[in-house]
């Protein structure tokens, strides 16, 4: 899907989606009863009980600099891999150029976390930095988290990978809620991982333009509107219930421009109530 839009104020953003991947449908649905998800799905489910997750990239350009959210799972996958996950379609660098950015003009890096479809991207196949003059904004808990010995953290992370970007990562590492250009800011959110964050967008000026949120995986698809249904690789899905009712209820009071992480149809939205829960309402903008 292409879309982009202008913001107001000076900023523009465009989704980049970095090629699709595919998860197992139980597993994105947690603790949710097939029965209460299956019609949802219905059309996309493959015979294997999986789901084509996209994975989406946001370039955000304000009059200070450019900010790219997520790098996808990059070029970097083992065939292997790449078959077990089931990877195909454009990875980030290519899928930039195609849309007009030039990857060596990004600023700044902003990752929602480290999860190796999110960080894939920050090398290109050769091994070296994709993005020559950015720095990478993640949060310091999160690189902590990734390159721990816990057993489960081996699947979600390529830590051989993070290990590769560690340094340039510690240069830009984030200790809570930064600005981290003008109207964009980080926002620490726990809950998919320890140290997960959202990246929210208000463009600043004497004409303020429209807010937008994203809230990386703690938003995949459009049922992750009801925060009580997280996903099984949620690490800490009490702080993810908690975390998404207050962003989702700041996001239905200010009108945020919602952006979800890996819906491949309908990623861009809003919030809107639904009882004690939320509802995401897609738009179908050809941008602006
Ligand atoms: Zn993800």
């Given at each position: 899907m292409a879309w982009s839009a202008d913001l107001g104020a000076g900023y523009r953003v465009a989704l980049i989606q970095a090629g699709t991947f595919w998860s197992d449908a139980g597993a994105l649905f947690g603790p949710v009863p097939r029965i209460l998800w299956d019609r949802l799905v219905s059309d996309e489910?493959?015979?294997?009980?999986r789901l084509g997750q996209a994975l989406n990239c946001l370039l955000i350009e304000t009059p200070a600099g450019r900010v790219l959210v997520e790098t996808g799972i990059g070029e970097r996958l083992n065939e292997k891999a790449r078959e077990m996950r089931r990877y195909t379609g454009e990875p980030i660098l290519p899928a930039l150029r195609t849309a007009g950015f030039d990857p060596a003009t990004v600023d700044i890096v902003a990752m929602s976390h480290l999860h190796f479809d999110h960080a894939g991207g920050l090398l290109d196949a050769t091994g070296s930095r994709a993005f020559l003059r950015a720095v990478i904004v993640a949060q310091r808990a999160e690189w902590e988290v990734a390159l721990g010995t816990n057993s489960r953290l081996v699947a979600s992370y390529d830590q051989p990978e993070l290990r590769l970007v560690r340094d340039w990562g510690a240069a830009g590492w984030a200790d809570g809620e930064r600005e981290i250009l003008p109207g964009v800011s980080v926002v620490p959110t726990g809950g998919h991982s320890a140290g997960h964050q959202a990246v929210i967008v208000r463009p600043t000026g004497p004409r303020p333009g429209r807010p937008l949120a994203f809230f990386g995986d703690l938003a995949m698809r459009p049922w992750s509107a009801n925060p009580r249904w997280v996903t099984a690789f949620d690490d800490f899905p009490l702080d993810s219930v908690q975390v998404k009712g207050e962003l989702f209820r700041q996001a239905v009071a200010e009108d945020w421009t919602i952006v979800l992480s890996h819906e491949p149809r309908t990623p861009i939205g809003r919030m809107v109530p639904d009882r004690d829960r939320f509802m995401f309402e897609p738009v179908r903008a050809a941008g602006g």
């Open positions: 489910l493959t015979t294997d009980w």
